[in-house]
Antibody, heavy 118, light 108 residues
Framework: QVQLQESGPGLVKPSETLSLTCTVSGDSVSSYYWNWIRHPPGKRLEWIGYAHFSGTTNYNPSLKSRVTISVDTSKNQFSLKMTSVTAADTAVYYC????????????WGQGTVVTVSS | EIVLTQSPDTLSLSPGERATLSCRASQSVSSSHLTWYQQKPGQAPRLLIYGASNRATGIPDRFRGSGSGTDFSLTISRLEPEDFAFYYCQQYSNSPLTFGQGTKVEIK
């Protein structure tokens, strides 16, 4: 059974870069499409983007200029970097696996809270 | 961007009652691209229904998804105590992939 676990700083200062890692266990990261999704307080879930180990990426146009998602096969992890953060980036951040046969997010991490504040 | 509007925002029901949740899309969504998730406080969302009407592994048959085009629904035939949670619909017919704002099913 695939399991995902997010890790990274819970507090980031405005204008700095948010960096999160998702560790994959139970399967190889060299498969599937790996996603980041966030849930700001009081707002709806927002898809951030995905990466494939082949280098293919796709981002939400609303965040594309600030976001990079990459896959590290040597560590069986994938990561999110978001630059120039503001308070509006405060959210619970989830990593999730896209199940191609189901065409849905079939495995999610538990989520990690990131607060943007000085 | 396709906007998904869920209704109602909150559904107050008793265990054993039937729950009907709606998800309306601003543009037509392919049925194969409409998904429902359940989320309980402090937990990650869990896949419930994919392809509008297919139950994910381990999901009991009291959960039923239906609909097409712009109107989709999730029905819980008889609410069990563990079903009181938030429910979200999601589409990916058009990029970017989007979610509804959620419906909270609470105990009356």
């Amino acid at each position: 059974q695939v399991q995902l676990q997010e890790s990274g700083p819970g507090l980031v200062k405005p204008s700095e870069t948010l960096s999160l890692t998702c560790t994959v266990s139970g399967d190889s990261v060299s498969s599937y499409y790996w996603n980041w999704i966030r849930h700001p307080p009081g707002k709806r879930l927002e898809w951030i983007g995905y990466a494939h180990f082949s280098g293919t990426t796709n981002y939400n146009p609303s965040l594309k200029s600030r976001v990079t998602i990459s896959v590290d096969t040597s560590k069986n992890q994938f990561s999110l970097k978001m630059t120039s953060v503001t308070a509006a980036d405060t959210a619970v951040y989830y990593c999730a696996k896209w199940g191609e046969s189901l065409e849905a997010f079939d495995i999610w991490g538990q989520g990690t809270v990131v607060t943007v504040s000085s | 961007e396709i906007v998904l509007t869920q209704s109602p925002d909150t559904l107050s029901l008793s265990p054993g009652e039937r729950a009907t949740l709606s998800c309306r899309a601003s543009q037509s969504v392919s049925s194969s691209h409409l998904t429902w998730y359940q989320q309980k406080p402090g937990q990650a969302p869990r896949l419930l229904i994919y392809g509008a009407s297919n139950r994910a592994t381990g999901i009991p048959d009291r959960f039923r998804g239906s609909g097409s085009g712009t109107d989709f629904s999730l029905t819980i035939s008889r609410l069990e105590p563990e079903d009181f949670a938030f429910y979200y619909c999601q589409q990916y017919s058009n990029s970017p992939l989007t979610f509804g704002q959620g419906t909270k099913v609470e105990i009356k």
